[in-house]
């Protein structure tokens, strides 16, 4: 005689063995995926009135079902409270940890998320709970659950972007007029307006809103109704679930819909663009705020110091921030090598994709949630910046300019003016300090006119091109940044 199956595993009725202990504890998805109670309670809702449109459910089970469903998304709201009271801190902020382990402790028979919601609901109504899994399988459950995580954490990267992209046009606004030095190959080139640099940041986010946006109108399609591979055994309007859960419409291939995981890698090298560009400026912040430039001064809000030396303000979140976008390329890279041999359809190697884009979802929430106050509290040293960008021949292109309006073929007023800053270099001396005598060696076409063509103002205004360093491009590209900006807002 056969052992009878165990009736608290989803797909218990095929199998008479128990699972080898350490198997089932290592194999189970639900320590991490827990945290898909709210996808996985909203796509089961969806699939109810799917079903019950279908003749499976009655108005009255639907009813039922749907408010049992509320009930178990409660779950972690209850097991804060639970743990804030028997701290005896009722206003105490329970982390994640805390609730995580609670729930995974209740809950030790749960394979997964899916499993999870189906045991809790059985609690709440019984065996109505057993009917909800008709017409659908897990693997549309987890394509669906992870398509609405990664769509919430895209909306909650775009608001952070849009924050952190405030923080540094206000900034750009508010230094409008102050000036540095532009470098290229870590040396100093031109001078620019401190609002140009930062507004050059701004065009990067401006690019990874796109990027992001791009990514969730691609990936807003609805795989309900997919079934494990060839489609629902049930004649569902996948229509009703679509909408519910306001996906642009249903997946149009059943395989592809439960294998898929682009929409994963999407969110993951978009992440993974966006991290560069925060490394990029938290770079640039942590060499400007070293005493050798002199350019910024670090808040202390965002600070730390030294345990062995009094004397140091060190750029802790600058340099965590460089540090976290590493962990978020890591993490592009491990999903794409992930899924880069999978034969089609499912394959339970895509569970270990789950933890990825937690992380990176993790990491961007962390990092938006510093990165515009801490941009905010920035404090340039205009006086260390101007000096920088008023030394060392940072007017030598506006100088070949002014001869080039002379007449001079550009290639020969760079000769000239390679020569006089040569001059200079030997006499330690800047180019507006040569007399005109002196600059007449290099050539006839150096007149009076040409100091005044190399003041500071002036070699900023003779980049007077759209998306130029001129004071009134700059003006004008904060104005349409701000337009923009807001608009984004108002959305």
């Not at 990514?215 to 679930?241: E, K, Q, V, W």
């Not at 992380?359 to 961007?364: E, F, G, N």
Request: contains cysteine.
């Amino acid at each position: 005689m056969s052992n009878p199956p165990n009736p608290s595993k989803m797909w218990s009725g095929r199998f008479r063995e128990p699972l080898d202990r350490t198997f089932e504890q290592w194999q189970r998805s639900f320590p991490f995926d827990w945290r898909l109670l709210p996808q996985e309670v909203a796509a089961s809702k969806a699939h109810a009135r799917a079903i019950a449109a279908a003749g499976i459910l009655t108005p009255e089970e639907l009813e039922q079902t749907l408010t049992a469903l509320d009930a178990v998304a409660q779950r972690p709201t209850n097991w804060a409270h639970r743990i804030s009271v028997t701290s005896g801190q009722v206003d105490y902020e329970t982390s994640n940890a805390q609730i995580a382990a609670a729930i995974v402790a209740s809950a030790p028979q749960a394979e997964d998320i899916h499993h999870y919601v189906e045991l809790e609901l059985t609690k709440e109504i019984g065996a109505l709970a057993l009917k909800l899994h008709t017409g659908r399988s897990r693997n549309e459950q987890i394509a669906t659950d992870m398509r609405l995580f990664v769509r919430d954490a895209i909306d909650h990267c775009l608001r952070g972007l849009e924050s952190w992209a405030e923080a540094l046009l206000t900034q750009a606004e508010a230094n409008a007029e102050a000036v540095m030095p532009g470098y290229t190959h870590l040396q100093r080139a031109e001078p620019v307006l401190i609002a140009h640099w930062l507004l050059a940041y701004v065009s990067m986010i401006e690019r990874d809103l796109s990027r992001l946006a791009d990514a969730r109108a691609r990936m807003n399609f609805c795989p309900l109704g997919s079934g494990a591979i060839a489609g629902a055994t049930l004649a569902l309007d996948r229509t009703i679930a679509t909408k519910a859960l306001d996906f642009t419409a249903p997946t149009p291939n059943s395989i592809d819909a439960t294998s898929d995981r682009d929409f994963m890698l999407d969110f993951a090298q978009a992440a993974s663009t966006l991290g560069l560009h925060i490394s990029r400026f938290a770079e640039e912040i942590t060499l400007y705020a070293t005493a050798e430039f002199n350019f910024v001064e670090l808040p202390e809000a965002f600070s730390t110091g030294s345990s062995a030396m009094p004397q140091k303000k060190n750029p802790d979140l600058t340099e965590l921030a460089r540090g976290k976008s590493a962990r978020l390329l890591g993490s592009a890279t491990a999903l794409s090598t992930l899924i880069k041999g999978l034969p089609l359809a499912y394959n339970k190697d895509l569970q270990e994709g789950q933890e990825q884009i937690f992380d990176i979802a993790d990491t961007l929430a962390g990092l938006l949630s510093v990165l515009p106050n801490f941009t905010r509290a920035l404090k340039f040293r205009d006086a260390s910046m101007k000096a920088a960008a008023t030394t060392g021949y940072l007017n030598a292109m506006a100088a070949a300019t002014y001869l080039t309006h002379k007449g001079v073929p550009f290639r020969k007023a760079h000769e000239k003016v390679g020569n006089a800053v040569r001059f200079g270099l030997e006499s330690n001396r800047e180019l507006n300090e040569l007399t005109l005598a002196e600059l007449n060696q290099f050539g006839p076409e150096f007149g009076e006119d040409f100091y005044e063509s190399i003041t500071l103002e002036a070699t900023l205004d003779c980049h007077d091109v759209t998306g130029g360093t001129a004071r009134h491009q700059v003006k004008q590209a904060l104005a349409e940044a701000r337009k923009r900006l807001t608009a984004l807002a108002e959305k």
